[in-house]
């Protein structure tokens, strides 16, 4: 028999697993169109300085799929699609409809936590060697929050890879979450640190690449005459 107070990033995995398989039965595009993903991504930090709360126990359950309104409070930010540079990564996409929508309100409404971002966008994914990372500034994080980069890539399967600062303020200096994952699509996966994680999601969107379909920012698909 479990009893006391259980180790939070317990009780976060178990949030996470409530949300897993929620995106089954998602289509592929017709081969001649390049499948785009919807990446989502998660930052917070640990406030109870114990390393267990009570309080999430009750957070962390799974809260009704219906219910897929972002939080008002929720610091989601605004991103701004990048310049019209020949070269597009991503644009920006509604976290109202992502997966990780339910992570995000329990965290915020935990005292175990504080989030710091909740952010959303669509891009493909390339092979590894033609992956190219995005600037958390990009996704319109400040720095004072946290710096560094994302890249999503392929091989056999889909990874993200992080390298993430976090000013410590308590410290006087920043910690860093490094590293790749392996993605399965519509599991939320998790980057752990003492005071900070990540939380991270992948999933096929049925939206229509605008862009470039290839690194070198040529096209791959044929123009129309």
């Known amino acids: 028999m479990i009893n006391g107070r259980w180790p939070k990033r317990i009780l976060l995995i178990a949030a996470l697993a409530a949300l897993n398989g929620n995106a089954a039965g998602q289509e592929m595009p017709p081969d001649n169109l390049p499948q785009v993903y919807q990446v989502e991504v ?31 409070d929720s ?61 958390l500034s990009e996704l319109n ?24 600062q976090f000013p410590d303020a308590n410290a006087g200096d920043a910690r860093i979450i490094a590293g790749s994952r392996k993605l399965p699509l519509g599991k939320a996966i998790y980057f752990d640190d003492p005071q900070f994680g990540l939380i991270a999601m992948v999933s096929r969107s049925d939206q229509s690449w605008p862009g470039p379909t290839n690194p070198g920012g040529e096209s791959t698909s044929e123009s129309a005459e």
């Open 42 to 72: 998660i930052l917070f930090r640990y406030t109870d300085p114990s390393g267990t709360s009570t309080e999430t126990a009750a957070q962390a359950q799974p809260t009704s799929p219906a219910d897929k309104t972002a939080d008002a």
């Open 75 to 135: 610091p989601q930010g605004e991103m701004a699609a990048p310049a019209e540079t020949g070269k597009l990564l991503w644009f920006p996409a509604d976290t109202a409809t992502g997966g990780l929508v339910n992570a995000s309100r329990r965290l915020t409404a935990s005292a175990g936590y504080k989030m710091l971002a909740y952010r959303s966008w669509l891009q493909l994914a390339p092979e590894q060697g033609d992956a190219r990372s995005i600037e």
């Open 141 to 164: 994080i400040e720095p004072g929050v946290a710096s560094g980069q994302l890249m999503l890539f392929q091989k056999q399967f889909l990874y993200l890879a992080a390298e993430i």
